[in-house]
């Protein structure tokens, strides 16, 4: 088998039962455990600009070679707290409003990504078959192609790819395609997202775009290559969560959980503090439940797991105090001497615990304003106890909502209809939670982690005619133009 090796902005080696949180980095690390190879990125340390740069430092552990670098002060403002935290990810999420336009950092994205480039292509062997990772490192791709690797390169987005209109708000919209269209695959959460890129490719004269005869693929024919771009859904390590959550059901913070709800059911949302996953639309709905359906009071409790992330970011700031408030009103308002309606914790905690408390759970609430995928709403299934299962509830803007269709799902700007599905939600009799549990379920065995990981792998070594695993994804309904 060919060297994996992947590369993304953060390397984050974690060792058993230390939490993790963040989504690309759990999907890498289950990637990785499997079949090993080699991951390339920042190791999280900053550097002052006068410190010699000691390039990548390398060890080793599970099977994966871990070749990791510190960034400079001024190259994380610029690059990471700057052009990708406050420019694209913004913009990735529809949120215009928030994104910031500045040439600075745009230089420090590609003065970073020039950096990885030549950190990285010293380290690779002709038949590395090298996979990409995230928005961050979008130019990576065409500048080992300028240091001659001529190597199999991928790529892989793990935030929605906005419409065409909203991308080329951004000054440097055509020249981030032109530099995707480097790269030999390039790969997304949703059959939107890819004919969203698509169009994009077509507006700015990148490449000629056809659909492909596996009709989950499409062909982009620039003067340099063909690049396949294809829908590869992510997904969770099903079997392992499954087991995971009997095993945390007897444990002691399951256990303390359950005694501290002294009977009362459980909502529950986990997510990184961040103003795309609907935080504050989130508590007004859990406040629209309590007041619509007053029967509640002192019979429901929700708990809000949302670890801090990106706190350098002044909106990273501005939502956590925001949400500190909300949470404060909430349960001043309504909260009894025996009864706290909002537990707001900004911590993390192990995979195992968190497997418990989403088994717990008689609902998930996962309600974000735009989404990739949504891993959480993944794993709050694979947690539940088949025989006596929760009920999702999930914004339609999650990538999730595209199969997880046994979920009820909801507006998360229509506050009263998040209330009136999450009043429908905890009272489900049993029959219809199997139903709608079997189907999600039965669709995160067939489809999980290990197979998006040999999905990608596949197509990347399949060259353009990489067609693997096409016969599990629904069919897409590509636009005319690209027939
Ligand atoms: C990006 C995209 C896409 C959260 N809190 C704790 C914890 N987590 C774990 C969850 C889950 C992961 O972090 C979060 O993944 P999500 O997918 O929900 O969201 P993002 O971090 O925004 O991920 C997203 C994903 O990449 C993958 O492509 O789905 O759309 O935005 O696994 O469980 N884990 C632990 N303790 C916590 O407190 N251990």
Redesign the pocket.
């Known amino acids: 088998m060919d060297r994996l090796v992947i590369i993304s902005n953060r390397v984050a080696p974690v060792t058993e039962g230390k939490?993790?949180?963040?989504?690309?980095a759990?999907?890498i690390l289950e990637a990785l455990r499997r079949q090993g190879g080699i991951w390339f990125g920042w190791n999280g340390e900053m550097i002052e600009e006068e410190q010699t740069d000691p390039g990548p430092t390398i060890t080793e552990s599970e099977q994966i070679t871990y070749a990791t670098m510190p960034l400079k002060r001024r190259d994380l403002e610029e690059y990471y707290n700057g052009y990708a935290n406050a420019t694209l990810w913004p913009l990735l999420h529809y949120r215009l409003d928030l994104a910031n336009f500045d040439n600075a950092t745009y230089e420090g994205y590609r003065r970073v990504n020039a950096l990885f480039a030549d950190r990285l292509s010293p380290m690779l062997r002709d038949k590395d078959l090298v996979w990409v990772h995230d928005y961050h490192l979008i130019p990576l791709g065409s500048e080992l192609r300028q240091r001659g690797c001529r190597q199999r390169i991928g790529f892989f987005l793990?935030?929605p790819w906005p419409s065409s209109e909203m991308w080329q708000a951004l000054p440097a919209h055509a020249e981030l395609v032109r530099a995707l269209c480097a790269y030999d695959l390039v790969g997304f959460?949703t059959a939107d997202d890819l004919n969203c890129f698509a169009q994009c490719v077509t507006n700015t004269g990148a490449g000629a775009v056809e659909v492909m005869e596996d009709g989950v693929s499409l062909r982009i024919v620039t003067p340099e290559r063909v690049v396949t771009g294809r829908v590869f859904p992510?997904s969770?390590d099903t079997a392992h969560l499954e087991t995971l959550a009997r095993q945390a059901a007897r444990s002691s913070h399951t256990r303390r959980l359950r005694d501290s709800l002294v009977g009362r059911s459980l909502i529950i949302g986990?997510?990184?503090l961040?103003y795309?996953?609907g935080l504050p639309q989130r508590f007004n709905a859990f406040q629209e439940l309590l007041e619509r359906y007053p029967q509640n009071q002192s019979r429901v409790s929700f708990l809000q797991?949302a670890?801090p992330s990106r706190s350098d970011v002044t909106e990273y700031q501005q939502i956590r105090r925001e949400l500190e408030t909300m949470a404060g009103h909430i349960n001043g308002h309504y909260a009894e001497f025996d009864w706290v309606p909002i537990r707001y914790l900004n911590?993390?905690?192990?995979?195992r615990t968190?497997a418990g408390f989403y088994r717990h759970a008689r609902v998930g609430l996962v309600t974000?304003l735009r989404?990739?995928?949504?891993?959480?709403?993944k794993?709050y299934v694979a947690c539940q106890n088949p025989e006596d299962p929760g009920v999702l509830v999930l914004s339609r803007f999650?990538?999730?909502a595209r199969e997880m269709d046994g979920a009820l799902i909801v507006n998360p700007y229509d506050t009263a209809e998040v209330a009136e599905n999450l009043q429908r939600a905890l009272h489900m009799g049993l029959e219809e939670r199997l139903e709608r549990h079997a189907t999600m379920i039965a669709q995160l065995r067939r489809y999980d982690i290990t197979r998006w990981r040999e999905d990608f792998v596949a197509a990347l070594e399949g060259g353009n005619a990489g067609n693997a695993g096409a016969e599990s994804l629904p069919s897409i309904d590509f636009p005319r133009q690209f027939a």
């Open positions: 939490s993790q949180a963040g989504g690309l759990v999907a793990h935030t959460h992510i969770i986990v997510d990184r961040d795309s996953k797991i670890p911590k993390s905690f192990g995979r968190l974000p989404d990739g995928m949504n891993l959480v709403a794993e999650a990538g999730a």
